[in-house]
């Protein structure tokens, strides 16, 4: 996928407007692995859902790359919230999208996903953090979804990661953990060091 240059120099200018150590993390999200499974995300669900009207929320948004990576995707995105409880992520996943900040199509909020409340209905729903919250908070946030939202979630099996606390060893195990009645897709993308699955459907 291509991504405008414009983009990437608001990408470059959010790394570069922050101290050495949260930059160590901003570069955590541009591991090959990390935008390999936003890309096999952006293709599977453009296949799957595209109009230019999309209303989308992505939780655990981290510093917003998803973010910008959809609205230069072929998903078509009219505005996307990126939802994550870490304070730090809200400012600079702004900063990263500024193009779609500053005309209204992009916002960023420091929510915890469980207790996330809908102001408007989001045509779909992206939780790629799926490995850094337990089953029970799953849960909680599967329940408040609207049941007419596409939901797109990953979790993997890099289960030596410190943050991840709640991996899956398989594709089945993960299916039977993310409770999504109605399957569009899911599958397996192999990764040098593990494997990601994606899973898109409705509730
Ligand atoms: C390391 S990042 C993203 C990892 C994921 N595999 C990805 O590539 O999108 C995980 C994010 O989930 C966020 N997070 C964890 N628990 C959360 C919760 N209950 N609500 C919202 N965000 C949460 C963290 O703050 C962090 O920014």
Redesign the pocket.
């Given at each position: 996928m291509k991504i405008d240059l414009n983009d990437i120099a608001y990408w470059m200018d959010g790394i570069r407007n922050e101290d050495n150590h949260m930059r160590y993390h901003m570069l955590?999200?541009f591991w090959h692995g990390?935008l390999k499974?936003?890309i096999w995300l952006c293709e599977t669900l453009a296949n799957v859902e595209h109009t230019i009207s999309n209303r989308i929320v992505i939780?655990?948004?981290?510093y917003g790359v998803?973010a910008t990576m959809i609205f230069n995707s072929d998903v078509g995105a009219k505005h996307i919230t990126s939802?994550?409880?870490?304070p730090a992520?809200k400012d600079i996943a702004v900063n990263m999208n500024k193009a779609y900040a500053m005309n209204g199509k992009f916002n960023a909020v420091t929510?915890?996903?469980?207790n996330y409340e809908y102001t408007e209905d989001p045509h779909i729903v992206i939780n790629?953090?799926c490995?850094?919250?337990t089953q029970q908070?799953y849960d909680a946030w599967l329940e408040k979804v609207p049941g007419d939202a596409w939901i797109v979630v990953?979790s993997?099996n890099f289960a030596s990661h410190k943050?991840h606390i709640n991996c899956v060893d398989s594709l089945k195990d993960f299916r039977w953990n993310s409770k999504i009645s109605k399957e569009f897709y899911s599958g397996t993308l192999e990764l040098p060091e593990y494997d990601r699955y994606m899973i898109i459907g409705r509730k």
């Open positions: 955590e999200s990390q499974s936003k939780f655990g948004g981290w998803l939802v994550d409880i870490d992520c929510e915890d996903m469980c790629t953090s490995e850094h919250i908070q990953q993997n943050e």
